[in-house]
């Protein structure tokens, strides 16, 4: 009986135990509870919208401003160079003061022996046609007589000029051109350089005239006198 007495004592507290912790236990097992719990526990995943990044704001740049450019002066219009184009109308007149020339100036050709034909007058100067203009390039050559009828013609005083005596010759258009004697020269008839008579060359005029006394001979006068003249402006 003692047995079943200490089996029942056993029962009872043991399921006085089992009240108590039914009793204590309970409310951690309730819906409520475990629902908080769970939501203390569980890390909530965030909105699947993704966060737009606004765009950034473009301040527009301004590009510098060109420095106001000065105005460019306009170029200067050429000057106008002095006409080049040489002349062409035949000598009408010569003036050498120094030698006391002033005459007529004639055209002339060549004689029945292929020379320079002359005038038959003193008072006349002779331009060959075939050569330069005076103030053209080449050689413009003139002759005339120192003496005629036993007096003196218009180059009588041919020989007395000197460099840097000046003259000047007016054509048929009226356009007057100056001349600087370069240089003076006395050969014998037949022994003046071949230069003298060159057409070709740089512009220059040649006066020609006898010299010296007459070789019947030669049927000439035995000397010549030549006088070399150059353009004013190219005289140094």
Known sequence: ??????????????????LALWIVAAP????????????????????????????????????????AASPTPPAPSPTPSPSLVPPTSPPARLVIAAAGIDAQVRAVGTDEQGRMAVLRSGAQVAWYQGGAVPGAPGNALFAAHNRWSRKDA???????????????ITDEDGETRAFVVASVSRYPYTAVPDEVMSLSGETRVTLITCA?????????????????????AQTP
Do not use: C, W
Request: no cysteine.
């Open 154 to 168: 218009v180059f009588a005083r041919l020989g007395n000029l000197k460099p840097g005596d000046t003259a000047t």
């Open 1 to 18: 009986m003692a047995v079943n007495r200490r089996r029942v004592r056993q029962l009872a507290v043991a399921a006085a135990l089992a």
């Open 212 to 232: 010296g006394s007459f070789s019947s001979r030669l049927g000439t006068s035995q000397e010549r006198y030549v006088a070399i003249l150059t353009p004013a």
């Open 28 to 67: 951690l097992f309730s819906p409520a509870n475990i629902g908080i719990d769970f939501a203390a526990h569980t890390t909530k995943t965030p909105d699947a919208t993704p966060s737009v990044t606004p765009a950034p704001t473009l301040t527009p740049v301004k590009s510098p401003m060109p420095a």
